[in-house]
């Protein structure tokens, strides 16, 4: 379920309040740490009262105008080709039950 615009936000706020309150989003499998990660997703306290603000508040939708872009994804396959075309592929050749180191 995407949520990059504001209509397909709104239904869930009191949902994302309850898990951002909980730090059950955004997901974050190492708990909290002293240790600093450079790819960290969880939410400063800041961040929680805003969105806690936010729904508390009545979830307004906000001046469009001031809107970030919406951030592009690229598309296609994103499959390592060098690992499939030097052979560090899965392999599926073989005899049923069998299993070889390359796989």
């Not at 706020?13 to 974050?28: L, N, Y």
């Not at 951030?71 to 392999?91: D, F, H, I, T, V």
Request: with cysteine; charged share 20%; net charge positive.
């Amino acid at each position: 379920m995407p949520l990059m615009t504001y209509d397909q936000v709104r239904p869930w706020a009191r949902s994302i309040k309850s898990k951002v309150v909980k730090r059950e989003m955004p997901p974050w499998g190492v708990g909290q740490s002293t240790l600093a990660f450079s790819n960290d997703r969880q939410m400063s306290e800041h961040e929680i009262k805003t969105i806690v603000a936010w729904v508390d508040g009545g979830a307004p939708m906000g001046n469009p105008a001031e809107m970030p872009a919406a951030p592009e994804y690229p598309g296609g396959w994103k499959c390592n080709r060098a690992a499939l075309e030097q052979g560090r592929g899965p392999s599926h050749h073989g005899q049923p039950g069998h299993f070889s180191a390359r796989d």
